[in-house]
């Protein structure tokens, strides 16, 4: 029972690596339809959100391994 606090941690971690590359490759497209610039700008924000979701995924797998030590102790 105690675990199962750990289950938020898995929607929070898909939810952090998905989000920030959906969000800047939308952004990108728009900008490209709205704008008529090239496909540079998809690829300069798909490239920026890749690096924010590995950057919150860092941060959300130390926080899930600082939860870890919480509960079960250190091994």
Do not use: D
Not at 21 to 26: G, I, R, S, Y
Not at 41 to 64: E, K
């Amino acid at each position: 029972m105690k675990y199962l606090s750990l289950l938020m941690w898995v929607g929070q971690f898909g939810f952090s690596c998905l989000f920030p590359v959906c969000v800047f490759l939308m952004l990108g497209a728009y900008l490209q339809n709205r704008f008529e610039t090239g496909t540079w700008v998809v690829v300069v924000l798909g490239i920026i959100g890749l690096l924010t979701s590995i950057s919150t995924a860092r941060s959300c797998l130390r926080a899930m391994r600082r939860e870890i030590e919480r509960i079960g102790g250190k091994r």
